[in-house]
């Protein structure tokens, strides 16, 4: 079964606003991933939260980690057409039976108009 | 360059033919893994293989088979017994032994099956 869970579905904005996601799991984590993928392509890992972090940065990347609400924000500031792509967040629990499995949600299709 | 390939990148079958779909990595990964991803969805594990000659069942591994007699390769036979192969098949590696379970994605194989 699937752990995460994107909200919203879809989301269509124009370029210099601001993107946000949300991403809910249902089990305790070891941390938490987004991965971004162009229609047709692979995905691309885009930032890695671990359990003891609360948010994290990577370039016009905002990432939050409330694990007593088992959720996950992604912010894309100052969104650029090149961000049209679908994001799936991810989470990677650590044992016996799971290790090295990620479990993805079903993604935020994201579609930034000029 | 290093990377995953997958090929070949649209792959057209009749039901009731297996078919082999290719992955290949030179990026020294132990670990490697094949996901199905239908439209709109997220993506489900099929085989995950955390080193050379041996390997596990994901959620979904009913109707396919896997190998890894090499450590660069990891080929899904998708067999007649799927009930419904036609998907969008994507490879991927991760270094096992970390923490960060960081998975690099192949650019995937559309397959249909009529």
């Known amino acids: 079964s699937q752990q995460g869970e994107e909200d919203p579905q879809a989301l269509s904005i124009q370029e210099g606003e601001n993107a946000t996601m949300n991403c809910s799991y249902k089990?305790?984590?070891?941390?938490l991933q987004w991965y971004r993928q162009n229609s047709g392509r692979g995905l691309v890992h885009l930032i890695l939260?671990?359990?003891?972090?609360r948010e994290k940065h990577s370039g016009r990347l905002r990432v939050t980690l409330d694990t007593s609400k088992k959720s996950s924000s992604l912010l894309i500031t100052a969104s650029r057409a090149a961000d049209t792509a679908s994001y799936f967040c991810?989470?990677?629990?650590?044992?016996?039976?799971?290790?090295?499995?990620?479990?993805f949600g079903a993604g935020t299709q994201v579609v930034v108009t000029p | 360059d290093g990377g995953i390939t997958q090929s070949p990148k649209y792959l057209f079958r009749k039901e009731g033919q297996n078919v082999t779909l290719s992955c290949e990595q030179n990026l020294n990964h132990d670990a490697m893994y094949w996901y199905r991803q239908d439209p709109g969805q997220g993506l489900r594990l099929i085989y995950y293989s955390q080193i050379v000659n041996d390997f596990q069942k994901g959620d979904i591994a009913e109707g396919y088979s896997v190998s890894r007699e090499k450590k660069e390769s990891f080929p899904l036979t998708v067999t007649s017994a799927q009930k419904n192969p036609t998907a969008f098949y994507l490879c991927a590696s991760s270094i096992p032994g970390t923490a960060s379970y960081e998975q690099y994605f192949g650019p995937g194989t559309r397959l249909t099956v009529t």
């Open positions: 939260i671990r359990s003891n972090e």
């Open positions: 991810a989470t990677a629990r650590i044992t016996t039976d799971s290790w090295g499995k990620l479990q």
């Open positions: 089990t305790s984590i070891n941390n």
